[in-house]
């Protein structure tokens, strides 16, 4: 069965460090979206992309924040300049269609950052 | 924003028992899906259901998206049923409810 992989599962990283995050959505999907979940915490949309361009994004999602689909098959999220309260589980997710049609979204396995 | 509240928080049963979760949210969506979040934090799809009902071994789930509701309904709970139960309406993204921490002892 297709799924989302996500790399690498676990980052570890000094404050102020650029990190980037790789998913590879499932291959005939066309929207792809990054996720977070603090510890403890509900999980919170970042940023949704389609058609090499970014459909939303969140308050969250501001210019530390980055997502680029370097080639067909990888989604990546670049963190440009780590901060402590960016330590989270990050989790990628792809659907096949947008919100008016059926736009069940699967989601990978998470990666955990952890900014020291 | 549409606001998502998901009932009980938390909830500790016994291996067998029945169980019913509840998704109240705020405004119409288009859509409404159900994960569980297994203790080694992966998010498992369970349910794509923006109406009606619909099962899958133990679990079901119905939305009465007229009334701005779903239920997740657990037959004869099990171990591994433990974890929390997210529920995610969505518009153009999954907008999140705090969860239900479900606990099943042996």
């Not at chain 1, 361009?53 to 098959?73: A, H, L, M, T, Y």
Request: aromatic share 14%.
């Amino acid at each position: 069965e297709p799924e989302v992989t996500q790399t690498p599962s676990h980052q570890v990283t000094q404050m102020g460090q650029e990190v980037i995050l790789r998913c590879v959505p499932i291959s005939n999907h066309l929207y792809f979206y990054w996720y977070r979940q603090i510890l403890g915490q509900k999980v919170e949309f970042l940023v949704s992309f389609y058609n090499n361009e970014i459909s939303e994004k969140s308050e969250i999602f501001d210019d530390q924040f980055s997502v680029e689909r370097p080639d067909g098959s990888n989604f990546t999220l670049k963190i440009r300049s780590t901060k402590l309260e960016d330590s989270a589980m990050y989790f990628c997710a792809s659907s096949l269609a947008g919100a008016e049609f059926y736009n069940e979204q699967f989601f990978g396995p998470g990666t955990r950052l952890t900014v020291l | 924003g549409i606001q998502v509240e998901q009932s009980p928080p938390d909830l500790i049963l016994q291996e067998g028992a029945n169980s019913t979760l509840r998704c109240n949210f705020s405004d119409s969506v288009n859509n409404l899906q159900w994960f569980h979040q297994n203790p080694w934090g992966q998010l498992i799809n369970l349910f794509y259901i923006p109406s009606g009902t619909k099962q899958n071994g133990r679990l079901s789930a119905t939305t009465v998206a007229t009334e701005r509701y779903s239920l997740l309904y657990i037959s004869s709970s099990q171990t591994t049923d433990s974890g929390v139960y997210f529920c995610a309406p969505c518009n153009y993204q999954l907008i999140w409810g705090a969860g239900t921490k479900l606990i099943i002892k042996p």
